[in-house]
């Protein structure tokens, strides 16, 4: 095993880590050897994702409840985890919604379910963790960005303007943070295959038109985060901050547009 990609008893604390993208990225951590503390709204749906987990780990994963848009339970996840863990290598901030709509019909209540969870809860869950690593003076944090991102899909403005900001505040975090030992990086996924959208992309023109502008012609599975997550927090990453990895099967690439394939004008 090269140690330049190791992340064996790193302290991994991923949130919204109960299904999706963040119960893969978990998964990815604690057969990998790190010590995994994984987040759900309640406390059951986080044990049982954590049991998921178990066989076989080399150090048993834990669940914990944290409803990130509640301050009062993201102060207290910082403090229980750090006080029995002594300190967190690794955060992955998970922890996203979405509703659907023109923007038109968002609703402040839309609007708020949106934006507290997507940026203000992540901004909160790392500030929590990242003034324990600033004062330890090395820490690594990854927060889950989106395709909207770059630019914005149509009828989900609210959330495609949290995942905007989560870039902004990627940034901003790693320029005062840096100094301290703590590097902030991104993960940008693009459209991938989880319990919550099978249900669009079963739709065969979305499906079509997914695969015709993602040059890998496929859609992504939440395993496909992986690699990047484990890349950021090992020390191969250990020169790079600030920065959003696009993992989305090229989609950003380029445009897809129906010119013949033979050319001509």
Not at 119 to 129: P, R, T, Y
């Amino acid at each position: 095993m090269d140690s330049l990609f190791s992340v064996a008893d790193q302290i991994v604390l991923v949130s919204g880590g109960t299904r999706g993208i963040g119960f893969a990225i978990a998964a990815g951590f604690v057969q990998r050897g790190a010590r995994v503390i994984l987040t759900g709204r309640t406390q059951a749906a986080a044990e049982e994702s954590a049991a998921r987990l178990a066989p076989g780990a080399k150090h048993a994963p834990r669940g914990l409840a944290c409803d990130v848009t509640k301050m009062p339970q993201v102060e207290e996840l910082a403090r229980r985890v750090l006080a029995d863990c002594s300190h967190v290598d690794t955060l992955v901030n998970v922890a996203g919604v979405n509703r659907r709509k023109p923007s038109l019909a968002v609703s402040e209540d839309d609007y708020d379910f949106i934006l507290n969870t997507n940026l203000k809860g992540a901004f909160f869950l790392a500030k929590e963790v990242g003034r324990a690593m600033c004062e330890r003076g090395s820490g690594c944090q990854i927060n889950i960005a989106s395709l909207n991102t770059d630019r914005p899909l149509k009828n989900v403005l609210p959330y495609a303007m949290s995942k905007a900001a989560i870039a902004h505040m990627t940034r901003g975090m790693a320029v005062e943070w840096g100094p301290c030992g703590v590097r902030v990086n991104g993960i940008a996924p693009g459209f991938i295959l989880t319990d919550l959208t099978k249900k669009l992309w079963s739709d065969p023109t979305m499906h079509s038109w997914g695969l015709a502008n993602t040059p890998q012609r496929r859609l992504g599975v939440p395993e496909d985060m992986v690699g990047a997550a484990i890349f950021l927090a090992s020390p191969a990453a250990a020169f790079i901050t600030g920065q959003t990895l696009f993992i989305d099967g090229g989609f950003t690439a380029g445009w897809s547009w129906p010119i013949p394939e033979s050319g001509g004008r």
